[in-house]
């Protein structure tokens, strides 16, 4: 039996936004708010109440993603994380992290019942059911955390489904009759994900996944925070006309940055208003410096070059080479690019000089990247894994930030029968389905992503199970 459509959605939770998809017409669709905006920050302020847009401007905490299901000693030790949530970081009586009075687990629930809202106000109905996407390399702790938080907001039943593999999911459910191996480069705002798999005819085959815990869009706007710091002197007011510098550890400091980084991916000079709070101290200058030896004041709007942006986050785009690497290789996938840039002497013997010299380990070449999360929309991103994978690297159809909600309403769809002929393998479950051809029986369902054997072409049914 169909659901009606809303009853059972797919949700992206995502470090720093969060979105909402349902199957209508057989085909993934977002779920606009009441302005019309089918994502939302993840932003929540326990205190008041507020979630999401309706949180910017408050005390509100966001991020905490990077923080469920971890110990306060694990997160602890992460620079990132110190400078994200400073003093407010603590330990709970039982060992994990919180922010302030907010836990990572009661932030989750708060903006799922808000994405629930959502899905309720444009459908009419509330779920009840969801597919729940997470990072690829979520440990079992982790897991637990998410799911604890949809059953603290209500949903009866919750299904998992990594990132990456929901992204190939809403690419692969338009290839109806050839195969690609496609490479998911999901970097969101606290982990980067990269994944191959071989997408379509009904099935996506996981190849390999590497990744990068520790690294996500939330470490370029503190990289770029710290350069706006070093290069201008900002004050915020406190109280009898006395004046405090702040760094890159102030939040607004940070919505800056971020803003910056968005505004560097379609122009090569960005500038953007100071937040309403921050003035430049009396020797504030302008990105370009000084001219004359005077100081050149920039009395309300701070600039960023593209070229600026990329050489304060040059490590961070240099730490995105070993991901793409080391899942290539698991995969046996040559990457043409792999030993650019290396030293000629070491790239001989180097793991990423055979990569790239070996024709075609498995028969195969990577026929598209697919750029998920809105921090995969920087130009260098996409200039680094063309150089790497040897092929274009845009911005497709797909975009970015709505490519993981899609995919999970597409399992959603799968689930509940909405959505045909598309299944999610591991290697050995694919090689045993492609060797017997269209007649294969009954198959096996991949028990991380939970996906379960739907119909194929040939009309045999099979085996469905639903959330």
């Known amino acids: 039996m169909l659901s009606r459509p809303g009853e059972v959605v797919g949700i ?16 993934p669709e977002m779920v606009p708010d009441e ?4 994502t939302m920050p993840s932003l929540v302020d326990i205190e008041l109440g507020l979630t999401g847009h309706m949180a910017v401007g408050t005390s ?16 602890k030790e992460s620079a990132a994380v110190r400078a994200l949530f400073g003093k ?18 009661a932030a989750a ?11 309720e106000a444009a459908c009419g109905v509330r779920a009840s059911k969801a597919v729940l996407t997470v990072p690829a390399h979520f440990t079992e702790p982790q897991r637990a955390a998410m799911r604890l938080a949809a059953e603290r907001a209500g949903l009866a039943k919750c299904r998992l489904l990594e990132e990456p593999v929901a992204a190939a999911l809403a690419y692969g459910v338009r290839l109806k009759d050839e195969d690609e191996l496609v490479m998911v480069f999901d970097l969101g705002g606290g982990t980067l994900d990269v994944s191959l798999l071989r997408v379509g005819r009904g099935t996506a085959e996981v190849l390999s996944s590497a990744g990068e815990p520790w690294l996500g869009g939330d470490d370029f706007d503190l990289a770029i925070a710290k350069h706006i710091s070093s290069v201008h002197v900002l004050v915020e007011q406190v ?17 800056l940055a971020r803003l910056l980084k968005e505004r560097c991916t379609v122009v090569k000079v960005a500038e953007e208003p100071l937040p309403m709070g921050l003035s430049f101290g009396e020797t504030g200058a302008s990105e370009g410096g000084r001219e004359g030896g005077e100081a050149v004041a920039t009395p309300t709007h701070v600039s960023l070059s593209r070229a600026a942006l990329e050489a304060a986050c040059a490590d961070l785009l240099g730490a995105m080479r070993r991901p793409v690497i080391e899942a290539c290789t698991q995969a046996q996938v040559a ?12 790239s001989t013997t180097s793991l990423a000089g055979k990569l790239a010299r070996a024709p075609s380990l498995r028969g195969l070449r990577i026929n598209t990247v697919l750029r998920v999360g809105a921090a995969s929309r920087m130009p260098a991103v996409g200039r680094l894994l063309e150089a790497l994978v040897g092929v274009p690297c845009p911005i497709g159809e797909l975009p970015p930030e709505h490519a993981v909600a899609l995919g999970a309403a597409v399992q959603a769809g799968v689930l509940e029968g909405s959505i045909e002929q598309l299944d999610v393998f591991n290697p050995l479950e694919a090689a045993l389905i492609r060797g017997i051809g269209s007649g294969a029986g009954q198959r096996t369902q991949r028990e ?4 379960p054997s739907g119909s194929r072409k040939n009309g045999r049914k099979q085996r469905r199970s639903s959330l």
């Open 12 to 27: 992206d939770l995502g470090t720093t936004s969060s979105a909402v998809a349902v199957v209508l017409g057989g085909e």
């Open 35 to 38: 302005a019309g905006r089918t």
């Open 60 to 75: 509100a905490v966001g991020s905490t993603k990077r923080l469920i299901g971890r110990s306060y000693a694990d997160v």
């Open 88 to 105: 407010a970081l603590a330990p709970a009586e039982d060992g994990s992290a919180v922010v302030g009075a907010c836990s990572p687990v």
């Open 109 to 119: 629930s708060a903006l799922l019942e808000r994405l629930l809202d959502v899905s």
């Open 239 to 255: 109280g009898g006309g006395l004046a405090r510098r702040v760094d890159e550890r102030s939040p607004l400091v940070r919505q």
């Open 335 to 346: 990457l043409p690019g792999a030993a650019r840039g290396a030293a000629s002497r070491a």
């Open 448 to 451: 991380r992503t939970g996906v």
